[in-house]
T-cell receptor, first 113, second 114 residues
Framework: EAQVTQNPRYLITVTGKKLTVTCSQN?????MSWYRQDPGLGLRQIYY???????DKGDVPEGYKVSRKEKRNFPLILESPSPNQTSLYFC????????????FGEGSRLTVL | DQQVKQNSPSLSVQEGRISILNCDYT??????FLWYKKYPAEGPTFLIS?????DKNEDGRFTVFLNKSAKHLSLHIVPSQPGDSAVYFC?????????????FGKGTHLIIQP
């Protein structure tokens, strides 16, 4: 089954404790991206990657890091989480030629206390 | 500056009637538009898209209309069904710079009443 898998789905952590949200896709997509969804703000892009070892900032990259060492994986790293990073996070992927039609994961709800 | 605007946070429609969701954009460089549907506790799923070279695209009960001069698009659902109750996101991209991904609106919560 074609899918984008995120882990963990739910996490409560404390300020400053490093965490990683993993994302994996099995569709051989070149393009992967991270979004966060906040009430009243819709979906905002954090980082994206056009292919292995190619990453770039989206609209709200502050406080986040990403890596793309393998085509299928695109982890989101919060080196020192803060309460304003409490949000619902979505990983998405697509073929490079069609970056509009994204396949989204089920989301990871992160709470930073 | 919000480049994609969905001015109705919610919309309630009776089952069987037409649902019309609206979206406005400000960036004239956008030339590809999409609608995504999102159920609670799930990720958004792609619904329908339209290129700027068209003014209408139809897929079953779903039709998207684009008015480039007004920078406005709308999604029509006919007839509306209970399973259509979800949040709908309008999104836009510039395929020339498609690496930047999509710019999403804030979403409209559609509620289909029996």
């Amino acid at each position: 089954e074609a899918q984008v898998t995120q882990n963990p789905r739910y996490l409560i952590t404390v300020t400053g404790k490093k965490l990683t949200v993993t994302c994996s896709q099995n569709m051989n997509h070149e393009y992967m991206s991270w979004y966060r969804q906040d009430p009243g703000l819709g979906l905002r892009q954090i980082y994206y990657s056009m292919n292995v070892e190619v990453t770039d900032k989206g609209d709200v990259p502050e406080g986040y890091k990403v890596s793309r060492k393998e085509k299928r994986n695109f982890p989101l790293i919060l080196e020192s989480p803060s309460p304003n990073q409490t949000s619902l996070y979505f990983c998405a992927s697509s073929f490079w030629q069609n970056t509009g039609e994204l396949f989204f994961g089920e989301g990871s709800r992160l709470t930073v206390l | 500056d919000q480049q994609v605007k969905q001015n109705s946070p919610s919309l309630s429609v009776q089952e069987g009637r037409i649902s019309i969701l609206n979206c406005d954009y400000t960036n004239s460089m956008f030339d590809y538009f999409l609608w995504y549907k999102k159920y609670p506790a799930e990720g958004p799923t792609f619904l329908i898209s339209i290129s700027s070279i068209k003014d209408k695209n139809e897929d079953g009960r779903f039709t998207v209309f684009l008015n480039k001069s007004a920078k406005h698009l709308s999604l029509h659902i006919v007839p509306s069904q209970p399973g259509d109750s979800a949040v709908y996101f309008c999104a836009a991209s510039n395929p020339g710079g498609g690496a930047d991904g999509l710019t999403f609106g804030k979403g409209t919560h559609l509620i289909i009443q029996p």
